[in-house]
């Protein structure tokens, strides 16, 4: 039995929409990087600069200004404050009350020799035992000190007349000469306790014995003993074994010395004397002396350190990781497509260097005028800066979500810029919230304004409160901070009314002002159509309504939606007979015409409408509805007849994409919306009898053709977007196409007997709608149920 070959699994083909998918995602990831890559350097403009290095003598061939603050250390005033520290530092000296338990070594090498005596010694006992003894003792083996403990049996007198000597002098401590000590002991010297820890200032030699003070301390006691038991060999024995064991206890440490020396030596803080920013160093001609050398030294060393490699990696990944996380954040809670995201982050980058470059202008302006005037701080000074600015603009453009975003990195950077001021990130994060939220329905220029001013008003509470942290409390201080804070946000709204206009036209949004504009019936593109295609006007003012109520609906943009929907035909202008809306009392032109050459003049209407758009700077979201709002479907008239003809005369059947709109497919929901309606109310226009039913049963026919084409896979809508519009739709044609009454006309007495027999018109009308109706019932059962929008 022959076993089939498992299928090797093939990875799906890079078709050239994911290629093209890669090529925006590099181009979004290389402007992120590029983007901050600029900020980065106009943040140390000094990176690509090295300062000319000078010395004592020379001459300075122009003129030097602090760049900076700069704290010049005075080198030679911390070197001899620094000495004087070493100098009163204490020597350290280690004390063992117990000198290593020398007590407890007595008690037990006696104890030992006692128990251990042999009561028939040989010689190697007896070597054995005094081996043990001296071991215990550890000092070195004397046979005289041993010979006479052993006659002695190592008696317990000895022991106890030993110990009595040695404990009290090893518990005040013995020193080896104290006349090493001389030099010392006026200041003092530490006795560091080794078993307790404690230390003792000790400023008298008389706190201690040394070696000589012991031995005769050692020879009176002797005396004692000879006069005590007239034993004079006893005493040369107890003060021989006293002088061997009795060791110096107290021994300098120098380590632990020198270790509190370079404590006190780095305790010492570096003396400085301050340059002010601005503050000439040095003269052009004027000669390099050690105190102007210390001065471009320093400021040598804050330039390298603002140039610093790690320095500017380091703000590099911080901007670029905030700008790249905020701008991703942003995209996904808009859903554009990776063409108009491009787009966005090319806006958002620009907007954020000319808000850095706003601030750095600003803050260069407000140090320079504290200079002049001494009275103005330039802290106070900074809160006129316009920050919110950026902001505002991207508000109204993006939308609040990526405002936030924005926000956040804008006043990261600013406060960078500032000396790195919390206060000043907060201030200005604050005001952009607050200026973003103000302009994000924003409907007049006016409304710019406005929100300025009432973002001053919040600017004054902020700068009270950081003038507050800054530690900034006077009087004419707060005043002036007061004042900056309100014009602060004056000219953020005034900088925004004038930017506004430039950024619709230099990147073709179109904010919410211009779509109220271009709204206006009275605009001469509306009112040109109105002449020149008065169906396709009234058509396009239907489909108005009809977007405009379903996007509320489905959380879109209603106005967008109703503007693109006024201007979604405005190419029919160029054929306007050929579009049956139009053809009002004159013939069909179609029918002269080849169903090929047809479809040509009404796919025709979708580009001449993008350029009569971009004639009149209509905007690229309406641009790109335009261009979407049939898709990629199918003329499926002129096909079905140009397939007739062609079986009707044996010729080869026509090409299908002949017959397609180019596309693209709708990409928002709006343009998704503008496709629906305009295909919705055509059907519903046609109808000899538009009841309610039929309206519904034609909606809901319309949607699911638009919808297994496949035409709104590209946009947002969702299956329950698609139940709400529809469900608006109906509404709204209902209304429009709603019943009126009908009059009765006089009629003739025999007409009337007619039709008495036959049925009334009313009758047969009412019996034919109900037939209809139940026709339309029948036929869309199957409509969209599966979409959810039946019933």
């Avoid at 010689?123 to 003894?133: A, P, R, S, T």
């Avoid at 000092?139 to 008696?155: Q, R, V, W």
């Avoid at 602060?488 to 619709?504: D, M, R, Y």
Wanted: with cysteine; net charge positive.
């Amino acid at each position: 039995m022959k076993t089939k070959k498992k299928e090797e699994i093939k990875p799906p083909p890079i078709t050239p929409e994911v290629k093209l998918h890669d090529s925006y995602w590099l181009a979004e990831i290389a402007i992120i990087i590029l983007v901050s890559a600029i900020i980065c350097i106009l943040m140390y403009p000094h990176i690509l600069t090295s300062p000319k290095v000078y010395h004592v003598g020379d001459i300075s061939d122009r003129n030097i200004k602090a760049s900076t603050d700069l704290l010049v250390e005075d080198v030679k005033l911390t070197k001899e404050l620094r000495e004087k520290a070493v100098r009163a530092v204490r020597d350290v000296y280690d004390f063992d009350p117990t000198d290593s338990h020398l007590i407890s070594r007595i008690h037990e090498a006696f104890k030992f020799a006692r128990e251990n005596l042999p009561e028939n010694p040989d010689q190697e006992d007896v070597e054995k035992l005094k081996k043990g003894f001296f071991e215990i003792l550890s000092i070195p083996p004397d046979d005289k000190i041993f010979n006479s403990l052993y006659m002695a049996h190592f008696s317990s007198e000895i022991e106890q007349r030993l110990i009595s000597i040695i404990e009290p002098i090893i518990k005040k401590g013995v020193i080896s000469d104290k006349r090493l000590l001389a030099q010392k002991i006026r200041k003092g010297i530490i006795i560091h306790d080794i078993i307790s820890g404690n230390e003792i200032k000790v400023t008298k030699l008389s706190s201690f014995y040394d070696k000589r003070e012991v031995k005769e301390i050692i020879l009176k006691k002797k005396k004692e003993i000879i006069e005590e038991t007239g034993n004079k060999r006893l005493a040369e024995l107890i003060g021989n074994m006293a002088e061997i064991l009795i060791q110096p206890n107290i021994t300098f440490n120098s380590r632990e010395t020198e270790l509190r020396k370079e404590i006190a030596k780095n305790s010492v803080k570096p003396s400085y004397f301050k340059v002010k920013k601005g503050e000439m160093i040095v003269r052009e001609g004027e000669k390099i002396t050690p105190e102007i050398l210390l001065k471009l030294n320093a400021q040598r060393k804050a330039l390298k350190e603002e140039k610093g490699i790690s320095k500017l990696i380091g703000m590099f990944v911080l901007v670029c990781s905030m700008l790249g996380v905020t701008y991703f954040i942003g995209s996904l809670s808009t859903g554009k497509k990776s063409h108009r995201r491009l787009k966005d982050l090319i806006f958002t980058g620009l907007m954020l260097l000319i808000v850095y470059l706003i601030v750095l202008f600003s803050n260069f302006i407000a140090e320079e005028f504290s200079r002049t005037f001494q009275n103005f701080s330039p802290n106070a000074l900074r809160f006129i800066i316009p920050v919110a600015t950026g902001s505002m603009l991207v508000s109204i453009f993006l939308g609040i979500n990526s405002a936030i975003g924005f926000s956040f990195v804008a006043s990261v950077i600013s406060a960078i810029v500032l000396k790195r001021h919390i206060e000043y990130f907060i201030y200005f994060f604050v005001n952009s919230l607050i200026s973003a939220y103000g302009v994000k329905s924003c409907r007049e220029r006016i409304v710019f304004i406005k929100t300025g001013l009432k973002v001053g008003l919040v600017n004054i509470i902020l700068a009270i409160s950081a003038e507050i942290l800054l530690g900034l409390t006077s009087s004419v201080e707060i005043i002036i901070a007061v004042i900056s804070a309100f014009m602060g946000g004056i000219f953020s709204g005034i900088v925004t009314t004038g930017l506004q206009p430039l950024i619709e036209s230099v990147f073709g949004y179109t904010s919410d002002i211009k779509l109220l504009e271009l709204a206006s019936l009275d605009q001469p593109l509306l009112q040109e159509l109105m002449v020149r295609a008065p169906g396709t006007y009234h058509h396009s003012v239907i489909v108005s309504n009809m977007v405009e109520a379903a996007a509320h609906e489905i959380g879109a943009n209603p106005l967008l939606a109703k503007v693109a929907a006024y201007y979604h035909d405005i190419g029919k202008m160029k054929k306007p007979l050929y579009f049956i809306e139009n053809q009002i009392g004159t013939e069909n032109k179609h029918e002269k015409l080849a169903p090929s050459m047809s479809a040509l003049i009404l796919i025709s209407h979708v580009k001449d409408g993008v350029e009569i758009a971009k004639k009149h700077k209509l905007g690229q979201e309406i641009i790109d509805i335009i261009q979407q709002h049939h898709g990629t479907s199918l003329i499926t008239y002129f096909y079905e007849k140009a397939k007739a003809q062609a079986e009707k005369s044996g010729k080869a059947l026509p090409n299908e994409a002949d017959f397609r709109y180019p596309g693209p497919k709708p990409q928002t929901k709006e343009a998704g919306l503008v496709m629906l309606a305009d295909s919705v109310e055509a059907a519903c226009r046609s109808l000899s009898d538009p009841t309610p039913a039929r309206i519904k049963g034609t909606v809901q026919n319309i949607i699911n053709k638009i919808f297994a084409d496949g035409q709104l896979d590209e946009c947002e809508l969702t299956l329950k977007d698609l139940n709400k519009i529809a469900k608006s739709f109906n509404k709204t044609l209902a209304g429009i196409f709603h019943h009126r009454i009908e009059y009765p006309e006089p009629v003739d007495p025999k007409e009337q007997k007619k039709r008495l027999a036959n049925g009334t018109s009313d009758q047969i009308r009412k019996a034919d709608t109900r037939d209809k109706e139940k026709a339309f019932k029948t036929e869309d059962k199957n409509g969209l149920r599966r979409l959810g929008m039946s019933g």
